[in-house]
């Protein structure tokens, strides 16, 4: 996925972008290349060749120095210094081990868009998704409750799944074979109920559920409500268990072997969570949950494009703890995965 020049001034800033996301570096070093783009996009074309070759640029709002190298660069028929450093530095590391684990995903069962708080569009993950390799995307944008990320109510999901019915036709007629499957990321509530309507939870392709508040409550109505949620029909995935922030959160506290034993019992798969920042479950969990035979899905929880290349710290992990590859769903083909999720 190297690029190679000559690229548009608007490729190179986008696969900055890409590659600033997939370092989670901070969003305000992103803005710049993000605002940038911006301008390159609403400029025309020819202006901004003749500005690049006067050293103008900057004179433009929204560009700078760093952003106007990459432009000019861009246009000399070069790949940018500052992509070549990026590129570099945010580079996902890959084991052996875990190599064979990558080339077994299929798909990516957990990932975000503008609709509820990711930063890039469903097209632009999708086609990151295709070039990853991926037959499958499943888009779990978060449900109402969680009103920090613009969680989407029934109203908007049912015009989301219009939307990605739009898309899937325009990716088919490109003559790729992919498709994004519809799903959530829902809320599971305080009482280990789901913050969207069993109608509509049925409706979905893959859901993941995922607790996001009172991650302090105690550990026996944590437990119930996390069984709760798991032993639902319509829950495929039991996002981030623990809900740490590695350096920032704790785990929460809950009786792991009900909950994975609920895993088991109900074929709700436990998600490896590849963010960075999160790396849930813990290794004594996976283990655990190894244990008690369940499933597992490998998952970006992407919330821009670049992120949807962390599927390796995943990987890495689960071949360290020699998780079962076969009891990983995401290793299924399409048509497997919503037989396994539709059971
Ligand atoms: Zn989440
Ligand atoms: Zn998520």
């Not at 390796?312 to 769903?329: F, L, M, Q, W, Y």
Request: contains cysteine.
């Amino acid at each position: 996925m190297t690029p190679e020049a000559p690229m548009t001034p608007e490729a190179a800033l986008l696969r900055v972008i890409h590659c600033l996301d997939r370092a989670l570096a901070s969003p305000f070093k992103t803005k710049a290349f993000v605002r940038a783009l911006d301008v390159v996009r609403s400029t025309d074309p020819v202006e901004i060749a003749e500005r690049a070759r006067d050293e103008r640029l900057q004179e433009l709002d929204g560009i700078g120095d760093a952003t106007a190298s990459v432009i000019t660069e861009a246009l000399a028929g070069l790949v940018p210094a500052y992509l070549t450093k990026v590129e570099a530095e945010s580079e996902v590391p890959l084991t052996d081990a875990g190599a064979v684990y990558r080339a077994a995903l299929r798909g990516d069962c957990h990932l975000h868009s503008t609709w509820s708080d990711g930063g890039a569009e469903i097209e632009a993950m999708a086609m990151t998704a295709i070039e990853l390799g991926h037959e499958y995307m499943v888009l779990t944008d978060h449900s109402a409750r969680l009103t920090v990320a613009h969680g989407l109510n029934e109203e908007r999901l049912a015009r989301q799944l219009v939307e990605i019915e739009r898309i899937n036709d325009e990716i088919a007629a490109a003559g790729h074979d992919f498709r994004i499957l519809t799903g959530m990321e829902v809320d599971i509530l305080e009482d280990g109920s789901l913050d969207l309507s069993d109608e509509m939870l049925g409706e979905l392709d893959v859901v993941v559920a995922s607790v996001h508040s009172k991650l302090r409550m105690d550990r026996q109505p944590m437990t119930e409500r996390m069984v709760m949620a798991v032993a639902s029909p319509h829950v495929d995935i039991l996002g981030h268990c623990t809900g740490r922030m590695i350096g920032k959160r704790p785990e929460s506290s809950f009786d792991a072997d009900y909950v994975f034993a609920a895993c088991a019992q109900f074929d709700t798969a436990v998600e490896i969570n590849c963010r960075p920042e999160r790396l849930d479950p813990p290794r004594p969990l996976i283990d655990l949950a190894i244990e008690y035979g369940c499933w597992f899905s490998i998952d970006s929880d992407a919330h821009a494009t670049g992120q949807l290349e962390w599927q390796p710290h995943g990987c890495n992990r689960a071949a360290e703890r020699e998780v079962p590859i076969e009891r990983i769903v995401n290793t299924m083909s399409r048509d497997d995965l919503l037989a396994w999720a539709g059971a």
